[in-house]
């Protein structure tokens, strides 16, 4: 089964600030990689599909990168409402891998 | 809008069976795969299985095999993920999740416990 390795597990950051998450595969998953936000008591929210793009209506402060076994999720400038745990997830194949997740707290 | 609801949960007790549903609306559901996810108390997510949209391609994560049933009924906008022999372990927000995993439904609580 592909690993998904995400850190830090947790960050402390201001409001302002440039948020960075990374995302390491244990082997190549092309772009086949989403990032998700989860708040409290809800469900998980897609940010970002293939790597790179955004799903639609979310906030242009939130960016992807990255390809093959290595992704970045960036906050450009961290908002209050921002705060949630942050998930990986690989779809290359048809055995979908989350990695831990992120706490993400100001 | 795009809405998926999930019903069924519940408190069972250790090796009962139970059978959640996840409706949906907004949508041409019979033109989308289907996704089941869980999330423990506290944890991570986990995917569980997919089902493709007509119901001819399943799969499930490899080490939930056999006691996960993935089925669907197009006619009714549902899908069900019927879980057997259910164990303490398997406490949980059950998700259902539209093919690219957007959207997602609020999710449906079991509790395994005697």
């Known amino acids: 089964d592909i690993q998904m390795t995400q850190s830090p597990s947790s960050l402390s950051a201001s409001v302002g600030d440039r948020v960075t998450i990374t995302c390491q595969a244990s082997e190549d998953i092309n772009n086949y990689l989403n990032w998700f936000q989860q708040k409290p008591g809800k469900a998980p929210k897609l940010l970002i599909y293939?790597?790179?793009y955004l799903a639609t209506g979310v906030p242009s402060r939130f960016s992807g990168s990255g390809s093959g076994t290595h992704f970045t999720f960036t906050i450009s400038s961290l908002q209050p409402e921002d705060i949630a745990i942050y998930y990986c997830?690989?779809?290359?194949?048809?055995?979908?891998?989350f990695g831990q997740g992120t706490k993400l707290e100001i | 809008q795009v809405q998926l609801v999930e019903s069924g949960g519940g408190v069972v007790q250790p090796g009962r069976s139970l059978r959640l549903s996840c409706s949906a609306s907004?949508?041409?559901?019979?033109?989308?795969?289907m996704h089941w996810v869980r999330q423990a108390p506290g944890k991570g997510l986990e995917w569980v299985a997919f089902?493709?949209?007509?119901?001819?391609?399943?799969y499930y994560s490899d080490s939930l095999k056999g006691r996960f049933t993935v089925s669907r009924d197009n006619s009714k906008n549902t899908v069900y993920l019927q879980i057997n022999s259910l164990r303490t372990e398997d406490t949980s927000m059950f998700y259902c999740?539209?093919?690219?995993?957007?959207?997602w439904g609020q999710g449906t609580l079991v509790t395994v416990s005697s």
């Open positions: 999740a539209r093919e690219r995993f957007d959207p």
């Open positions: 089902i493709s949209f007509d119901g001819t391609d399943i």
């Open positions: 907004g949508f041409t559901f019979s033109h989308y795969g």
């Open positions: 293939d790597a790179s």
């Open positions: 997830q690989q779809y290359d194949n048809l055995l979908f891998t």
